[in-house]
Protein backbone atom coordinates (compact mmCIF):
# COMPACT_ATOMS: atom_id res chain seq x y z
CA UNK A 1 0.00 0.00 0.00
CA UNK A 2 1.11 3.39 -1.08
CA UNK A 3 0.47 6.99 0.66
CA UNK A 4 1.28 10.60 -0.55
CA UNK A 5 0.30 12.77 1.35
CA UNK A 6 0.55 16.59 3.20
CA UNK A 7 1.67 15.23 6.83
CA UNK A 8 -0.23 18.28 8.54
CA UNK A 9 -3.01 18.85 7.32
CA UNK A 10 -5.40 17.45 4.46
CA UNK A 11 -6.75 19.80 1.46
CA UNK A 12 -9.69 20.73 3.05
CA UNK A 13 -7.48 21.95 5.72
CA UNK A 14 -9.04 19.46 7.97
CA UNK A 15 -6.16 19.01 11.19
CA UNK A 16 -4.48 15.56 10.89
CA UNK A 17 -5.61 12.82 13.31
CA UNK A 18 -9.53 14.80 13.31
CA UNK A 19 -11.70 11.92 15.09
CA UNK A 20 -13.91 11.54 11.87
CA UNK A 21 -11.82 10.36 9.43
CA UNK A 22 -14.41 10.54 6.69
CA UNK A 23 -14.79 14.07 6.59
CA UNK A 24 -13.95 15.75 3.73
CA UNK A 25 -14.19 14.40 0.29
CA UNK A 26 -13.14 10.96 -0.28
CA UNK A 27 -12.83 9.65 -3.90
CA UNK A 28 -12.51 6.01 -4.26
CA UNK A 29 -11.66 4.38 -7.32
CA UNK A 30 -12.47 0.70 -8.11
CA UNK A 31 -9.88 -0.01 -11.33
CA UNK A 32 -10.74 -3.15 -13.14
CA UNK A 33 -9.27 -4.10 -16.36
CA UNK A 34 -12.48 -2.84 -18.29
CA UNK A 35 -13.09 0.12 -16.15
CA UNK A 36 -12.34 2.69 -13.55
CA UNK A 37 -15.29 2.92 -10.95
CA UNK A 38 -15.50 6.43 -9.22
CA UNK A 39 -17.86 7.47 -6.41
CA UNK A 40 -17.29 10.64 -4.78
CA UNK A 41 -17.93 11.17 -1.09
CA UNK A 42 -18.88 13.91 0.77
CA UNK A 43 -18.80 13.37 4.73
CA UNK A 44 -19.13 9.49 3.83
CA UNK A 45 -22.23 9.98 1.85
CA UNK A 46 -22.03 9.02 -1.84
CA UNK A 47 -22.79 12.10 -3.97
CA UNK A 48 -21.54 11.27 -7.29
CA UNK A 49 -21.37 8.05 -8.91
CA UNK A 50 -19.09 7.46 -12.66
CA UNK A 51 -17.30 5.26 -15.02
CA UNK A 52 -14.47 5.73 -17.52
CA UNK A 53 -12.59 3.42 -19.39
CA UNK A 54 -10.06 1.35 -17.21
CA UNK A 55 -6.78 3.18 -15.88
CA UNK A 56 -4.75 -0.39 -14.64
CA UNK A 57 -1.44 0.20 -16.79
CA UNK A 58 -1.14 -3.95 -17.64
CA UNK A 59 -4.20 -3.30 -19.77
CA UNK A 60 -4.20 0.22 -21.34
CA UNK A 61 -0.52 2.57 -21.64
CA UNK A 62 -0.20 5.46 -19.40
CA UNK A 63 -1.54 7.99 -21.62
CA UNK A 64 -4.89 5.86 -21.90
CA UNK A 65 -4.91 5.34 -18.21
CA UNK A 66 -3.58 8.99 -17.50
CA UNK A 67 -6.80 10.43 -19.59
CA UNK A 68 -9.19 7.51 -18.41
CA UNK A 69 -8.42 9.16 -14.61
CA UNK A 70 -8.45 13.10 -15.76
CA UNK A 71 -11.95 12.26 -17.94
CA UNK A 72 -13.45 10.74 -14.02
CA UNK A 73 -12.16 13.31 -12.10
CA UNK A 74 -13.49 15.92 -14.32
CA UNK A 75 -17.02 14.61 -13.72
CA UNK A 76 -16.33 13.65 -9.72
CA UNK A 77 -13.33 15.17 -8.78
CA UNK A 78 -14.02 18.71 -8.81
CA UNK A 79 -13.36 21.19 -5.18
CA UNK A 80 -10.63 20.71 -2.18
CA UNK A 81 -10.41 16.46 -2.14
CA UNK A 82 -8.80 15.30 0.93
CA UNK A 83 -8.17 11.98 0.34
CA UNK A 84 -8.48 9.46 -3.02
CA UNK A 85 -8.22 5.62 -2.04
CA UNK A 86 -7.89 3.96 -4.95
CA UNK A 87 -8.43 -0.34 -5.49
CA UNK A 88 -6.60 -1.52 -8.44
CA UNK A 89 -5.81 -4.85 -10.32
CA UNK A 90 -2.35 -5.46 -11.08
CA UNK A 91 -0.91 -4.14 -7.71
CA UNK A 92 2.06 -6.40 -6.87
CA UNK A 93 4.77 -4.22 -5.31
CA UNK A 94 5.20 -1.01 -3.78
CA UNK A 95 6.34 0.05 -7.04
CA UNK A 96 2.93 -0.87 -9.18
CA UNK A 97 1.25 1.23 -6.26
CA UNK A 98 3.58 4.39 -6.34
CA UNK A 99 3.59 4.44 -10.30
CA UNK A 100 -0.41 4.49 -9.91
CA UNK A 101 -0.45 7.16 -7.03
CA UNK A 102 1.71 8.84 -9.41
CA UNK A 103 -0.87 9.46 -11.60
CA UNK A 104 -3.30 10.29 -9.75
CA UNK A 105 -1.59 12.61 -7.75
CA UNK A 106 -1.61 15.59 -9.98
CA UNK A 107 -5.09 15.45 -10.04
CA UNK A 108 -6.01 16.11 -6.92
CA UNK A 109 -2.96 18.43 -5.62
CA UNK A 110 -2.08 18.25 -1.57
CA UNK A 111 -5.03 15.08 -0.83
CA UNK A 112 -3.78 12.09 0.39
CA UNK A 113 -3.60 8.90 -1.69
CA UNK A 114 -3.77 5.71 -1.30
CA UNK A 115 -3.66 2.70 -3.31
CA UNK A 116 -4.31 -0.94 -2.90
CA UNK A 117 -4.66 -4.38 -4.71
CA UNK A 118 -8.31 -4.43 -5.77
CA UNK A 119 -9.18 -7.42 -4.11
CA UNK A 120 -9.28 -5.35 -0.83
CA UNK A 121 -11.80 -3.47 -1.45
CA UNK A 122 -13.37 -6.36 -2.33
CA UNK A 123 -13.19 -8.15 1.33
CA UNK A 124 -14.10 -4.34 2.92
CA UNK A 125 -17.41 -3.95 0.68
CA UNK A 126 -18.68 -7.46 1.90
CA UNK A 127 -18.48 -5.95 5.53
CA UNK A 128 -15.85 -8.25 6.56
CA UNK A 129 -12.63 -7.33 8.38
CA UNK A 130 -11.09 -10.94 8.22
CA UNK A 131 -11.74 -13.43 5.45
CA UNK A 132 -10.68 -14.12 1.78
CA UNK A 133 -12.06 -12.00 -1.17
CA UNK A 134 -11.86 -13.46 -4.70
CA UNK A 135 -12.42 -11.49 -7.86
CA UNK A 136 -13.83 -12.72 -10.71
CA UNK A 137 -14.21 -10.10 -13.34
CA UNK A 138 -11.38 -9.87 -16.60
CA UNK A 139 -8.78 -11.33 -14.36
CA UNK A 140 -9.11 -13.32 -11.05
CA UNK A 141 -7.25 -13.44 -8.07
CA UNK A 142 -7.89 -14.21 -4.66
CA UNK A 143 -6.45 -11.68 -1.37
CA UNK A 144 -6.81 -12.34 2.08
CA UNK A 145 -6.24 -11.40 5.84
CA UNK A 146 -6.54 -12.78 9.42
CA UNK A 147 -6.99 -11.60 12.96
CA UNK A 148 -2.79 -11.42 13.10
CA UNK A 149 -2.98 -8.72 10.34
CA UNK A 150 -1.12 -11.51 8.41
CA UNK A 151 -2.36 -11.25 4.69
CA UNK A 152 -1.53 -13.80 1.58
CA UNK A 153 -2.60 -13.94 -2.03
CA UNK A 154 -3.02 -16.85 -5.08
CA UNK A 155 -3.90 -15.85 -8.30
CA UNK A 156 -3.58 -12.53 -9.65
CA UNK A 157 -0.44 -13.58 -12.47
CA UNK A 158 -2.45 -12.04 -15.30
CA UNK A 159 -3.67 -12.85 -18.73
CA UNK A 160 -0.29 -14.86 -20.21
CA UNK A 161 0.43 -16.93 -16.77
CA UNK A 162 -3.29 -17.35 -14.95
CA UNK A 163 -6.89 -16.04 -14.34
CA UNK A 164 -8.56 -18.78 -14.48
CA UNK A 165 -11.83 -18.60 -13.59
CA UNK A 166 -11.57 -14.79 -14.99
CA UNK A 167 -13.74 -13.15 -18.20
CA UNK A 168 -10.43 -13.51 -20.32
CA UNK A 169 -10.12 -17.26 -19.49
CA UNK A 170 -13.64 -18.07 -20.65
CA UNK A 171 -13.42 -16.00 -23.83
CA UNK A 172 -10.16 -17.69 -24.72
CA UNK A 173 -11.55 -21.00 -23.83
CA UNK A 174 -14.40 -20.27 -26.02
CA UNK A 175 -11.93 -19.76 -28.84
CA UNK A 176 -10.36 -23.06 -27.64
CA UNK A 177 -13.11 -24.92 -27.69
CA UNK A 178 -14.40 -23.78 -31.31
CA UNK A 179 -10.94 -24.51 -32.47
CA UNK A 180 -11.32 -28.07 -31.38
CA UNK A 181 -14.65 -28.33 -33.16
CA UNK A 182 -13.24 -27.28 -36.44
CA UNK A 183 -10.49 -29.56 -36.28
CA UNK A 184 -12.44 -32.65 -35.10
CA UNK A 185 -14.48 -31.78 -38.32
CA UNK A 186 -17.64 -31.24 -36.24
CA UNK A 187 -20.41 -28.66 -37.12
CA UNK A 188 -20.23 -25.33 -35.58
CA UNK A 189 -22.14 -25.29 -32.39
CA UNK A 190 -24.11 -22.28 -30.88
CA UNK A 191 -21.43 -21.02 -28.52
CA UNK A 192 -19.19 -20.85 -31.75
CA UNK A 193 -21.92 -19.41 -34.02
CA UNK A 194 -22.74 -16.15 -31.45
CA UNK A 195 -18.57 -15.83 -30.98
CA UNK A 196 -18.34 -15.71 -34.88
CA UNK A 197 -21.21 -13.35 -35.09
CA UNK A 198 -19.91 -11.16 -32.73
CA UNK A 199 -15.96 -11.00 -33.92
CA UNK A 200 -17.11 -10.55 -37.46
CA UNK A 201 -15.99 -13.68 -38.72
CA UNK A 202 -17.65 -16.27 -40.82
CA UNK A 203 -15.11 -19.29 -40.25
CA UNK A 204 -13.76 -20.58 -36.93
CA UNK A 205 -10.35 -21.26 -38.71
CA UNK A 206 -10.11 -16.82 -38.35
CA UNK A 207 -10.11 -16.89 -34.72
CA UNK A 208 -6.64 -17.96 -34.61
CA UNK A 209 -5.37 -14.65 -36.72
CA UNK A 210 -7.85 -12.55 -34.67
CA UNK A 211 -7.12 -13.65 -31.01
CA UNK A 212 -2.78 -13.17 -32.16
CA UNK A 213 -4.06 -9.79 -33.99
CA UNK A 214 -2.77 -6.38 -31.96
CA UNK A 215 -5.94 -5.32 -32.89
CA UNK A 216 -7.97 -7.26 -30.18
CA UNK A 217 -6.44 -8.12 -26.27
CA UNK A 218 -7.31 -8.89 -23.16
CA UNK A 219 -10.39 -7.06 -22.85
CA UNK A 220 -11.84 -7.54 -25.88
CA UNK A 221 -11.35 -11.11 -25.16
CA UNK A 222 -12.52 -11.06 -21.71
CA UNK A 223 -15.98 -9.46 -23.60
CA UNK A 224 -16.78 -12.49 -25.40
CA UNK A 225 -17.19 -14.14 -21.93
CA UNK A 226 -21.02 -12.86 -22.63
CA UNK A 227 -21.37 -15.61 -25.27
CA UNK A 228 -20.72 -18.61 -22.34
CA UNK A 229 -22.89 -17.58 -19.98
CA UNK A 230 -25.45 -17.20 -22.59
CA UNK A 231 -25.03 -20.53 -24.32
CA UNK A 232 -24.90 -21.95 -21.18
CA UNK A 233 -28.66 -20.75 -19.57
CA UNK A 234 -29.76 -21.90 -23.39
CA UNK A 235 -29.32 -25.44 -21.72
CA UNK A 236 -25.55 -25.97 -24.18
CA UNK A 237 -23.41 -28.61 -22.20
CA UNK A 238 -19.88 -27.50 -23.33
CA UNK A 239 -20.55 -23.94 -22.10
CA UNK A 240 -22.05 -25.00 -18.81
CA UNK A 241 -19.23 -27.17 -17.82
CA UNK A 242 -16.88 -24.03 -18.55
CA UNK A 243 -18.79 -22.15 -15.79
CA UNK A 244 -18.38 -25.25 -13.68
CA UNK A 245 -14.57 -25.34 -14.20
CA UNK A 246 -14.30 -21.48 -13.59
CA UNK A 247 -16.23 -21.69 -10.24
CA UNK A 248 -13.40 -24.71 -9.47
CA UNK A 249 -10.99 -23.20 -10.11
CA UNK A 250 -11.77 -19.71 -8.37
CA UNK A 251 -13.21 -21.94 -5.25
CA UNK A 252 -9.24 -23.48 -5.45
CA UNK A 253 -7.53 -19.86 -5.54
CA UNK A 254 -9.80 -19.42 -2.16
CA UNK A 255 -9.18 -22.06 -0.74
CA UNK A 256 -5.47 -21.76 -1.05
CA UNK A 257 -5.71 -18.62 0.93
CA UNK A 258 -7.91 -19.73 3.66
CA UNK A 259 -5.11 -22.33 3.91
CA UNK A 260 -2.12 -20.30 4.29
CA UNK A 261 -4.11 -18.03 6.77
CA UNK A 262 -5.71 -20.60 8.74
CA UNK A 263 -9.13 -19.67 8.21
CA UNK A 264 -12.38 -20.93 7.74
CA UNK A 265 -14.36 -18.08 6.22
CA UNK A 266 -15.90 -15.89 5.09
CA UNK A 267 -15.23 -15.88 1.40
CA UNK A 268 -16.48 -12.79 -0.41
CA UNK A 269 -16.71 -13.14 -3.89
CA UNK A 270 -17.29 -10.37 -6.62
CA UNK A 271 -16.18 -9.33 -9.67
CA UNK A 272 -18.30 -8.61 -13.24
CA UNK A 273 -18.64 -12.59 -13.17
CA UNK A 274 -18.72 -13.42 -9.96
CA UNK A 275 -21.57 -11.08 -9.09
CA UNK A 276 -24.20 -11.98 -11.85
CA UNK A 277 -23.40 -15.46 -12.87
CA UNK A 278 -25.66 -17.87 -10.66
CA UNK A 279 -24.00 -21.37 -12.33
CA UNK A 280 -20.45 -20.15 -11.60
CA UNK A 281 -21.62 -18.99 -8.07
CA UNK A 282 -23.21 -22.31 -7.60
CA UNK A 283 -19.88 -24.23 -8.67
CA UNK A 284 -18.11 -21.85 -6.57
CA UNK A 285 -20.06 -22.35 -3.25
CA UNK A 286 -20.20 -26.05 -4.22
CA UNK A 287 -16.53 -26.69 -4.49
CA UNK A 288 -16.03 -24.59 -1.62
CA UNK A 289 -18.40 -27.09 0.53
CA UNK A 290 -16.65 -30.03 -0.49
CA UNK A 291 -13.49 -28.55 1.09
CA UNK A 292 -15.83 -27.71 4.17
CA UNK A 293 -15.85 -24.26 3.45
CA UNK A 294 -19.68 -22.90 3.82
CA UNK A 295 -19.11 -19.20 4.87
CA UNK A 296 -19.69 -18.00 1.35
CA UNK A 297 -20.86 -14.78 0.19
CA UNK A 298 -21.95 -13.05 -3.06
CA UNK A 299 -20.90 -8.70 -2.55
CA UNK A 300 -23.89 -7.44 -2.68
CA UNK A 301 -22.38 -4.08 -3.08
CA UNK A 302 -19.83 -2.74 -5.47
CA UNK A 303 -16.40 -2.85 -4.33
CA UNK A 304 -15.64 1.19 -4.48
CA UNK A 305 -18.05 1.10 -1.46
CA UNK A 306 -15.45 -0.87 0.44
CA UNK A 307 -13.11 2.87 0.19
CA UNK A 308 -15.62 4.09 3.34
CA UNK A 309 -14.94 0.81 5.50
CA UNK A 310 -10.70 1.13 5.02
CA UNK A 311 -10.55 5.13 5.42
CA UNK A 312 -12.24 4.35 9.28
CA UNK A 313 -10.35 1.92 9.38
CA UNK A 314 -13.03 -0.71 10.11
CA UNK A 315 -11.77 -3.34 7.93
Given at each position: M???????????G???????????????????G??????????G???????A?S????NVT?????H?L?????R?G?G??A??Y?????I????????????????????T??????S??????G?????????????SAA???????????A???????G??????W??????????R??N?G??V??L??AL?????????????????????G?R???????????A???GH???????????K???????????Q?G???P?I??GG???????LQE??R????D??????R?L???????V?E??????
Amino acid sequence: MTNTQNPSTTHDGQAAGTANPLHGITIGLDIGGTKTHGVRFEDGIPVADESAGSSNVQNVTRDEAAHNLADLFARIGAGPVARVYAGSGGIDTDEDAAALAGLIQPLVPGATVTVVHDSRLLLAAGRAGTGVAVIAGTGSAAWGRNADGGEARAGGWGYLLGDEGSGYWLGREAVRHSLRRMNQGLPVDPLTSALLKSCGLDHPNKLIALFHSPDTGRRFWAQQARHVVAAAAAGHADSAALLDQAGKDLAGLAAQVLGQLGLDGPVILGGGLGMNVAPLQESFRRNLADAGITDVRVLDQEPVFGVLELVAGSA
